[in-house]
């Protein structure tokens, strides 16, 4: 082992970098829109991990209508994809996509460095980190998405 990783942020559902830094740890690596991956390590000559960048890379492949992206890490997860996917059928006549996450690889691989949950519309990510379905409503008011007739 070469020590422990942990991802924070100023946002919502991580906790900030303030925590880590006091115990010890340091910020090797920052990605938009304000994470940070800190280390501390067991073994110093360790190589520092790395977020695996290419997001917007990645993004590419959600073009094109609702894309969920969840993992089962925590049931506040399962608990608002599924609210916000029936709301998508429901309320918007959109089918998502929902894709989850099962492995270290699937979210070493996801759109964004949180991943463990993802909401994406035609390209353009809509939150990237869970979000209620009153949230989902709004954002969706925003773009100005109507409700089918």
Same mark, same amino acid.
Do not use: E, K, Y
């Given at each position: 082992m070469y020590g422990?990783?942990?991802?924070? &942020?100023?946002g919502p559902w991580l906790a900030s970098s303030a925590l880590f830094l006091k115990n010890g740890f340091k910020v090797v690596e920052t990605t938009d829109p304000d994470y940070e991956l800190l280390v501390s390590k067991l073994n110093a000559t360790a190589p520092n991990p790395t977020f695996t960048g290419n997001c917007e890379k990645r993004m590419k492949k959600y073009r094109t209508g609702l894309t969920i992206i969840r993992s089962r890490q925590c049931p506040h997860v399962a608990k608002f994809a599924d609210e916000i996917a029936e709301a998508a059928v429901r309320e918007y006549g959109l089918t998502p996509k929902i894709i989850e996450l099962k492995s270290h690889r699937d979210a070493q691989n996801a759109p964004t460095p949180y991943a463990v949950f993802a909401i994406i519309y035609n390209g353009q990510l809509?939150?990237?980190h869970q979000i209620s379905r009153s949230r989902f &409503?709004?954002?969706m008011r925003t773009l100005r998405v109507d409700k089918p007739a």
């Open positions: 422990v990783a942990a991802l924070a &942020r100023n809509l939150a990237d &409503r709004n954002i």
